[in-house]
């Protein structure tokens, strides 16, 4: 547990303005990693295998009656599925330990610019290769099943998604991070593809944000607060969030 006070006094702020943040309850969920871990790994080394050893693959899914790339299909979208979840699960608990403890005055989150990059990079990084691999499974599709009309709809929803990721993470390598301020116009929490766990949202001068549960829970219980974020421009990566009006002595 840790607590952060700013104990300053000036003319707009004469109150201490204490804060209390359990980074303990952000750690890795092991049990989760496993969950999917295992599942993944079973899952891409068998799709993996079905490339590498193809012959000796069909035979075998032939001995139980079921058709090779149809199985080889359902097997890389699980494996593709499974993977993006490790990877968030990873990101979320990388990214509240990196997040910087000097959350004093009206910052309810902050992190330095330059770790912050490090995320957008890290984002980059991933998303490479993710679409790659949706681009030659799709192909892949296309050649061997082009009949499978929902196999190529799931693959190509999960492609949409993650290339855009990727281009908005290539599009902020080469930006700098802007402001956008007001009260937000809707708060609000959803399931990520109902399989991606919960994800906090904050719509605000039209602009969609993801933000941790820390954060969710301080403007849900201050919704009409006018907030200041300092963002990436293109992906809408959160550097930090503060209040425009001073925190009074009962908030």
């Known amino acids: 547990m840790f607590k952060f006070e700013d104990e300053s006094n000036t003319e707009q702020q004469s109150v201490q303005v204490t804060k209390i943040v359990d980074l303990s309850e952000k750690s890795l969920d092991k049990t989760s990693l496993l969950k999917w871990g295992i599942p993944g790994i079973i899952l891409t080394g068998f799709t ?15 001995l139980v009656g079921l058709e090779f790339n149809l199985v080889v299909m359902l097997a890389a979208v699980g494996a593709v599925i499974a993977d993006i979840k490790i990877i968030s699960l990873v990101f979320a608990a990388r990214s509240s330990v990196e997040q910087s403890l000097e959350l004093a005055g009206n910052f309810i989150e902050f992190r330095d610019e330059s770790e912050s990059r490090k995320l957008v990079w890290r984002k980059f990084l991933v998303f490479l290769p993710l679409s790659f691999i949706c681009i030659a499974l799709i192909s892949w599709l296309l ?14 929803v999960f492609s949409i998604a993650i290339v855009i990721e990727l281009v908005s993470a ?4 080469r930006s700098s991070p802007i402001v956008t301020q007001g009260t937000a116009s809707r708060l609000w929490q959803k399931s990520r593809m109902m399989i991606f766990g919960q994800v906090n949202y904050l719509l605000i001068d039209r602009r969609l944000f993801e933000v941790n549960l820390h954060v ?16 990436w421009p293109h992906s809408n990566l959160v550097i930090s969030i503060e209040y425009l009006e001073v925190l009074s002595e009962n908030d």
């Open 170 to 173: 290539a599009r902020d390598i």
């Open 143 to 156: 050649a061997q099943l082009p009949q499978t009309i929902i196999g190529l709809i799931i693959v190509g």
């Open 48 to 62: 993996i295998l079905g490339f590498l050893v193809e012959n000796m693959t069909r035979d075998l899914i032939d």
């Open 216 to 231: 969710y829970q301080f403007l849900n219980a201050n919704p009409d607060r006018p907030i200041r974020i300092r963002h």
